[in-house]
């Protein structure tokens, strides 16, 4: 089943900040290593302010997203594993990739100087609560906090995807390059969120939709994702 290949699918500090990437070095000129030998040189281009602002924001609910489901994880899998013992693979598989998905977000968070959320202790114990109470509701809670959680997630992820792709768009329409760091990135992103989204799937095949009272319990979890994110993208 693991095996199976993705289903459907501040205070800012910044001296060293963002695209330093390639993109705060100003007045760059290089050419794009996608294009044949012979085009133009494609102007690197800086990111504004409101891009600075965007991705910094965007690593920030990232790291303090991917350590709530490091967290929600670590403190189902206990009782998950001493009750229905077959999860045990599952729950290893997605807390590994939670966890690589934290330890990428906290490399870029410190590489780029990005304050982490001031929420952060406060994600801490609620995410460790949160996996705690639906591991002990059952396994179809405990899957069900995951469908509601990555559903959450996948969509955030989406959105992020989407933002670059258009800034990917409108630079290119210039004749500019975003540069490979930024490519890379938008890497990052895609393939997080499709990880994420085989959690979901995986939570769904594990009767997360049996779990009793589904939608309140889905709802409230969900609403507590979207204002977290709320918070974190801003505090
Ligand atoms: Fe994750
Ligand atoms: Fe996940």
């Known amino acids: 089943m693991l095996a199976r290949p993705s289903a459907r699918h ?28 012979h085009s133009p040189p494609a102007r690197l281009r800086p990111l504004n302010d409101s891009q600075r602002r965007f991705l ?10 991917e350590l709530a489901a490091v967290l929600i994880y670590d403190a189902q899998t206990p009782l998950m594993n001493r009750s229905h013992p077959h999860l045990r693979p599952l729950m290893k ?14 490399h870029l968070i410190a590489k780029h100087r990005v304050r982490p959320t001031a929420m952060y202790p406060l994600w801490r114990v609620a995410a460790t609560a949160l ?7 059952g396994r179809e809670a405990a ?11 996948g969509d955030h992820y989406n959105e992020q995807v989407r933002v670059l792709l258009d800034w990917a768009e409108k630079t290119q329409a210039r004749g500019e390059d975003l540069g490979d760091e930024m490519r890379t990135l938008m890497a990052e992103l895609r393939k997080i969120r499709d990880e994420e989204l085989e959690h979901l799937d995986y939570a769904v095949e ?11 319990l889905t709802n409230v979890i969900r609403g507590g994702c979207r204002t977290a994110i709320w918070i974190s993208e801003r505090v």
């Open 93 to 106: 598989h997605m807390y590994d990739q939670e966890a690589a998905h934290f330890g990428k977000f906290n």
């Open 56 to 65: 910094d924001s965007a690593l920030r609910v990232n790291q303090a997203g």
């Open 206 to 216: 594990h009767d997360a939709k049996e779990a009793k009272p589904y939608e309140l």
């Open 131 to 137: 996996g705690w109470s639906t591991a002990l509701l």
């Open 10 to 37: 501040a205070r800012r500090v910044r001296p060293a900040a963002w695209p330093l990437l390639d993109f705060l070095a100003p007045c760059i000129v290089t050419c794009s290593t996608s294009k044949p030998i």
């Open 143 to 153: 899957m069900a906090c995951t469908e509601a959680v990555e559903t959450e997630i």
